[in-house]
């Protein structure tokens, strides 16, 4: 198995807050604790969390309780164990509890927090991983499907609707259909009989079935993924959790003005920078939803009063009064969430994907207003994965993953070019840099001639050099038309490797590998985790 970096400078939808926060840290210092690479960054946040109060004991009680019902191992408790304890941190991940565990990169979060915990931990910092289920979550479209790849690469798309008790729910109280047996037919179907499948199988249909919900069974699949390294699930939706966050929720609702321009004034501060302010906080957005009559609805303020989705006006005492009978109601929002994890955990590190590592950004302000110290926040590893078959046409024609992002047109000129008339590809090149230099010697003429045919001479290097372009793609086109394989080619790359135009990471679901490569593949993955760089891995298997 053999990997190879590339940086996200390079990778298609890579935003500058996430480039500069890889590869030029000081340039995003001001909105996060310290560089991910530091390990003095992680040992500051334990020394500060050393004189901060975390209910170690009850939450050791909830997580034994919680993971036992899971299904976990040994090593799971022991970590646990250790959490009680005052000299034992948490390194943080999470994810919405997407079908089948979710797209591929949900595997690479966990296994980076994995390896990111035992490092801190062979520094002498000690740590456990966990790993934050967002079952308060209502968004059950974005979490209802999977996907998997036939034999021609073609996308299939696995599916349950679910049945959920009002129409917006959280998703963890969301129950599997009859839909659930049919997705997993369906994963069979375009999986290769052998010990990979069948194992896979067995462990989905263990723990995805009708009726039940879609936390229990992400948390049951996901014991059966990570307990071997003694991963640490957490489902929120718990109202023993719940009563542990109390103080969190009262502060968000009490001071909600004050916090919501705290974030505001983070939000202008990113954009002055030039990047992006991840969550749009509006002028009268609070931090909390409040679950009525089983939907999960956001809560805004406005002039003191507050209102429920913007409609139905609640008084502050009323809200404090549920707060104290009934907290299970209450949540947190995207940016509020970090702060109730910390509040409950010994966090020194959180392992994010680049949306989160956005939001975390903005989020930093809060974390002063709450007196907690945000931990640091960790990169996860990510991988564009390459089976044998793709491999070797990427070999047969010298092109890369990167040429593949690049878009169909690039590739199939690559392709072509590799495939037909050796040298015509680098004679066009040669013709259009011969092109340009006449031009540019005609500049210097005109400039001294009649400076106004400048103008025109510009149009006409423009027309030509479309029409190079026109040119180089017809012979293309004209190649591969000459090919049927060379275009099945170019199109069962683009749809493996980068599919729908997304990152692989993100549309297919990691189960797909998981089938074809056998659970092995979390290992190898596990040791190709960099932790003093992050750049996207392309990974042979």
């Known amino acids: 198995m053999s990997a190879n970096c590339i940086p996200y400078t390079r990778v298609p939808h890579s935003s500058a807050l996430f480039s500069d926060y890889l590869y030029h840290f000081d340039k995003v210092r001001q909105f996060y604790t310290g560089s991910p690479y530091d390990f003095s960054s992680f040992a500051g946040v334990a020394e500060d969390l050393r004189t901060r109060a975390t209910p170690r004991v009850e939450m050791a009680e909830i997580l034994e309780r919680q993971n036992r019902a899971f299904g976990c191992g040994e090593a799971t408790l022991e970590n646990i164990r250790r959490l009680r304890e005052t000299a034992t941190f948490a390194v943080v991940t999470g994810q919405q509890v997407g079908l089948f565990a979710g797209p591929a990169f949900t595997l690479y979060k966990a296994l980076t927090a994995v390896k990111l915990a035992r490092s801190l931990s062979e520094q002498g910092l000690e740590c456990v991983p966990v ?82 919900t879609w936390g229990e069974s992400f948390a049951r699949f996901a014991t059966r993924l990570f307990s071997q390294w003694g991963v640490i699930l957490l489902d929120p939706l718990d109202e023993s959790i719940h009563s542990l966050s109390a103080g969190v929720y009262q502060r968000a609702l009490g001071n909600a003005a004050k916090l919501r321009n705290s974030l505001m004034e983070s939000s202008h501060a990113l954009l002055g920078r030039g990047y992006h302010a991840q969550v749009h906080v509006g002028d009268d957005s609070t931090l909390v939803f409040l679950t009525q009559n089983g939907d999960r609805r956001a809560l805004h303020e406005r002039d003191g009063s507050f209102l429920i989705d913007g409609t139905d006006q609640v008084a502050l005492e009323q809200l404090q009064s549920t707060l104290a009978g009934r907290l299970i109601d209450f949540s947190p929002n995207v940016l509020l969430r970090p702060l109730v994890q910390d509040s409950l955990l010994p966090t020194v590190a959180y392992v994010a994907g680049p949306s989160e590592l956005a939001y975390l950004g903005q989020a930093k302000p809060l974390y002063a207003e709450f007196g907690r110290p945000q931990p640091v926040v960790f990169p996860r590893s990510a991988f564009t994965l390459i089976d044998a078959r793709t491999d070797r046409v990427l070999e047969k024609y010298k092109v890369s993953v990167e040429d593949v992002w690049q878009g169909e047109e690039h590739l ?54 479309y029409q190079m372009e026109r040119l180089r793609g017809k012979v293309t086109r004209a190649a591969l038309g000459r090919s049927e394989l060379m275009a099945r080619h170019v199109q069962a790359l683009s749809q493996f490797l980068h599919p729908h135009k997304d990152l692989q990471e993100r549309r297919v679901s990691g189960v797909y590998f998981l089938g074809r490569a056998g659970y092995e593949l979390l290992d190898r993955v596990l040791a190709q985790v960099q932790l003093r760089c992050s750049d996207h891995q392309t990974l042979k298997y």
């Not at 036939?150 to 129409?167: C, F, I, T």
């Open 412 to 465: 199939g000129r690559r392709i072509a070019a590799s495939g037909f008339a050796e040298g015509w590809s680098e004679r066009f090149d040669q013709s259009e840099r011969e092109l340009g230099r006449l031009l540019d010697r005609l500049q210097a003429d005109f400039e001294k001639l009649d400076p106004t045919l400048l103008d025109t001479l510009q149009h006409a290097k423009e027309k030509m050099t």
């Open 131 to 212: 790993f934050w289920l967002a079952t308060e979550d209502h968004d059950l479209e974005e979490v209802a499907e999977g996907a998997a790849f036939d034999e021609d690469y073609n996308l299939v798309v696995l599916r349950d609707s679910g049945e959920r008790p009002s129409a917006r729910s959280s998703v963890g109280v969301v129950r599997h259909t009859g839909q659930i047996t049919t997705a997993i037919s369906q994963l069979e179907a375009v999986l290769p009989a052998g010990e990979s499948r069948t194992r896979l199988l067995d462990d989905l249909r263990a723990c995805y079935a009708p009726g039940a």
